[in-house]
C-alpha cells in the first residue's frame, strides 16, 4: 500500500524531488533541440523512451517493486499509461509541429488551472482563494515570460496553427488528466510501481510509431551526442521525471504537485541563456519572479482531500 497524502503545509522531499524533476524537465527542451537538428522527432521519441522504460522496469525489479498489481486495476493502469504517456506525447509532437512555440508553451502553461479545476470539482483537492490566485499568478508570469523574449513572440491562434493549437489543447488536458488519476493509483501501489509500469506501457506504441524512422535513419550520420541526448532525456526526463512526478502527487495530491510545471519554462529559459546564447530579458526576469510568486502560494494554499479506503 502507497504511503497516505501528506497534508502538511512544511516543505518535503516531494518537493525537492520535484524540484530536481522540473530542473531536468527545464534542461531537457535544450537537450531535444540538440537531438532533433540529427534525430527525427518520432525516432528520438522511441529511444528516449525505450532507454526511460527500460531503465524504470529494471530499477522496479531491483528493488522488489515488482508489476504485481489486483486484476480489477490492471485496465486502469494499462489505459494511464496509453493516455497518459502514448497519446499524450503522440499529441505534443504532432501539435508543436503546426503550431508556433509560443501558442503551445501558453497553452501547456495551463495544466495547473485544469488539474486544479478538475480536482476542485471532483472533490479530490481544496483550493483555496489564495490558492487560486498563485494558480494565476504562475499563469501571468509564463505569460510575460514568453511575451518578454527578445525576439517578436508568434501567436496566431485559430486560422494556420488552428489543427496544431487544437492538438496542444488536447495534449494538455491529457496530462492534467492522467495527473489526477495517478493519484488513484498511488493510493494502491507505490510511485515506482506505477511509473515503471505505466512509462513501459506508454512506451510500446511509441517505440513502434519511431521504428520505421529510426530505421531509415543514417546512424553514420548521428553524433554521438545526439544519441546521447536521448539517452540522458529517456534516463533522466522520461524515468527519474515520472518516477518523482507520481511520488509528489502521492505526498502532496494533483493539484500542489501540477503547480511545480510552471517552473519548467523558468529553468528552460536559463538553460537557453545560458548553453545556447539566448537573451534573457528584464521583462522574463519580473515574469520569472512572479511565477515562482504563484507556485509558492498555491502550494501553501491547496491541500488534497484525504479520500476513504477503496
Request: a positive charge; aromatic letters at 10%.
Amino acid at each position: 500500500m502507497a504511503s497516505p497524502v501528506s497534508p502538511e503545509l512544511r516543505w518535503t522531499s516531494a518537493d525537492a524531488l520535484l524540484l530536481v524533476t522540473v530542473f531536468t524537465w527545464g534542461v531537457n527542451f535544450s537537450v531535444v533541440k540538440l537531438a532533433l537538428s540529427e534525430i527525427p522527432p518520432m525516432a528520438f521519441n522511441a529511444v528516449r523512451f525505450l532507454a526511460g522504460g527500460t531503465v524504470l522496469a529494471i530499477a522496479a525489479h531491483a528493488t522488489g517493486r515488482r508489476w504485481r498489481f489486483e486484476r480489477r486495476h490492471l485496465p486502469f493502469l494499462i489505459g494511464l499509461g496509453l493516455f497518459g504517456h502514448s497519446l499524450y506525447q503522440l499529441l505534443f509532437i504532432l501539435g508543436a509541429d503546426a503550431t508556433t512555440a509560443d501558442n503551445a508553451a501558453l497553452i501547456l502553461a495551463t495544466v495547473p488551472v485544469w488539474v486544479a479545476l478538475g480536482g476542485s470539482l471532483a472533490g479530490t483537492e481544496k483550493v483555496e482563494g489564495r490558492g487560486w490566485l498563485g494558480v494565476g499568478l504562475s499563469l501571468a508570469g509564463i505569460v510575460l515570460i514568453v511575451l518578454g523574449s527578445d525576439r517578436a513572440a508568434e501567436f496566431h491562434f485559430g486560422g494556420a496553427t488552428l489543427r496544431g493549437d487544437v492538438l496542444i489543447f488536447v495534449a494538455t488536458l491529457c496530462w492534467s488528466t492522467s495527473t489526477l488519476l495517478l493519484r488513484l493509483a498511488v493510493r494502491h501501489y507505490r510511485p515506482m510501481t506505477v511509473a515503471s509500469f505505466c512509462t513501459s506501457v506508454g512506451a510500446v506504441p511509441l517505440v513502434l510509431a519511431g521504428l520505421p524512422q529510426l530505421a531509415a535513419l543514417d546512424h553514420s550520420q548521428v553524433s554521438a551526442t545526439a544519441w546521447a541526448a536521448g539517452v540522458f532525456s529517456g534516463i533522466f526526463a522520461i524515468a527519474l521525471g515520472f518516477l518523482f512526478w507520481n511520488y509528489g502527487i502521492s505526498r502532496l495530491g494533483s493539484a500542489r504537485t501540477s503547480q511545480y510545471s510552471n517552473l519548467v519554462p523558468l529553468i528552460a529559459l536559463a538553460t537557453a541563456w545560458l548553453v545556447l546564447g539566448e537573451t534573457l530579458t528584464p521583462q522574463q526576469g519580473g515574469g520569472a519572479v512572479l511565477a515562482i510568486a504563484g507556485v509558492v502560494l498555491a502550494r501553501r494554499h491547496t491541500r488534497p482531500v484525504a479520500a476513504g479506503p477503496r
